[in-house]
């Protein structure tokens, strides 16, 4: 009897101490330990945000749902908008954006529509494991929209370039279901930089907000872009067993990660923005309060960007005692040593197809499962293109990455020991 009473107590403590873990939980104790961003690199953050709101405008010139300051857009820059109609369900409706000032070529993509059949269709395109890519694991409907659009949009993208000096950045945003799509976008581009008139990597960036999961944790850890947002996690999987699962897919990329809130606190705190780019603990957790559908939106995600880059402006401007090129010069190099430490953690983890060789993962991954196939590929591209002179076959680009497998499975030509 002594000995069932003992056993119940245990139990009780153990689902308690569960419980209050459970209920206690905020959202910023994921970033708690993470250090501060800089008003340098968080500020194209909340300008990304409006070019993704003036996705939703049927006409710049007399927006209708414009955020406060409005979307501090030029219209006549405007040079493509694409709509459900015209993506027939491909893609959800984006922009393409020549900006001028900032020199950058901007795609933003808006997020989920929640009355777009197409939408849903799109992001349940995908099983565990279902496809492999890049040495790691994505999305597959969002894969194939990522492709889709470059087959659209691609020679628009290296015209602009061109047309604009080859200086302007090249930049990929989107939020939501958008981002996800970018995201994977960005991975196709940065390792077919020829098919966009061989832009250098160093003017291709990614912001992706409130992100989807997309790519698998080795991918994620790797990809060179500013993200930021919240994703979820399987409350009762093990974190070791789900991070040596190469077929979970993770938000990929640096993240920045605003907090406005405080536990057991009423109201909203002066912004804060925390930045790292995490292996472990990588914003799975399930956090469920009123706020969370208001949070994930892009209306309040660019308001409280904007508040946010204000503060650190003032902040910075109050404490600055050194010159700002050297603060610039100081942050970069730390910003690369996170990159590194976040590249060796991943490999202390043994995350599956894990590399600290930075270098090699991105000039050469997609470069020798290109090779594998070059001689049954290469020749027909290129004669289409001498006779036809048809755009990039952005599909052929993909197709590059696989081979089949006795059982006609599609395996990446690179990867073919990956765990099935």
């Known amino acids: 009897m002594s000995l069932s009473c003992g056993v119940e107590c245990v139990l009780l403590v153990g689902c308690s101490r569960w419980a209050w873990k459970r209920c206690t939980y905020i959202g910023s104790d994921d970033s708690s330990s993470w250090p501060l961003a800089t008003p340098e690199e968080f500020e194209p953050i909340p300008r990304v945000c409006r070019l993704i709101l003036a996705v939703y405008e049927s006409d710049l010139n007399h927006p209708q749902y414009s955020p406060p300051g409005g979307y501090r857009v030029k219209p006549e820059w405007v040079v493509k908008r694409v709509t459900y109609e015209q993506t027939q369900g491909h893609a959800p409706p984006y922009l393409i954006y020549a900006d001028h000032d900032n020199h950058e070529i901007v795609l933003a993509i808006r997020g989920l529509n929640l009355v777009k059949e197409s939408d849903y269709k799109l992001l349940l395109d995908n099983r565990l494991g279902m496809q492999m890519f890049d040495g790691g694991y994505v999305h597959h409907g969002l894969l194939k929209s990522a492709t889709w659009l ?9 015209r602009l370039w061109v047309d604009n000096g080859r200086c302007y950045r090249m930049v990929f945003a989107g939020h939501s279901l958008g981002s996800g799509v970018a995201a994977l976008l960005t991975v196709i581009v940065v390792n077919h930089r020829d098919r966009l008139g061989d832009v250098p990597r160093s003017l291709v960036s990614c912001y992706a907000l409130a992100p989807a999961r997309c790519m698998s944790l080795n991918l994620a850890v790797n990809l060179p872009c500013l993200l930021f947002g919240v994703c979820l996690r399987d409350t009762f999987i093990p974190e070791g067993r789900k991070l040596r699962d190469p077929r979970r897919l993770f938000a990929p990329g640096r993240m920045y990660h605003i907090v406005e809130r405080k536990f057991c606190r009423c109201g909203r705190y002066p912004p804060e923005v925390r930045t790292a780019i995490p ?5 799975e957790q399930i956090v469920l309060s009123c706020n969370a559908t208001s949070d994930h939106g892009i209306i309040w995600i660019e308001r409280e960007a904007d508040k946010a880059l204000q503060r650190m402006k003032e902040m910075s401007s109050e404490t600055r005692t050194t010159a700002p090129k050297i603060q610039k010069l ?3 190099q730390t910003i690369e040593k996170e990159h590194k430490d976040a590249l060796e953690r991943a490999v202390s983890l043994k995350i599956p197809h894990a590399t600290t060789d930075i270098e090699d993962k991105e000039e050469s991954s997609l470069e020798k499962s290109a090779e594998a196939c070059q001689d049954e590929i290469e020749d027909a591209s290129q004669s289409k293109s001498a006779e036809t002179g048809r755009e990039t ?28």
Do not use: I, M
């Open 150 to 158: 470059l087959a659209q949009e691609s020679e628009t993208l290296e």
């Open 279 to 283: 292996v472990d603990g990588r914003f």
């Open 330 to 332: 100081e942050r970069l």
């Open 393 to 420: 076959s952005w599909d052929e680009v993909v197709k590059k990455l696989y081979k089949r497998n006795e059982s006609g499975k599609l395996l990446l030509k690179s990867d073919t020991d990956a765990p099935k």
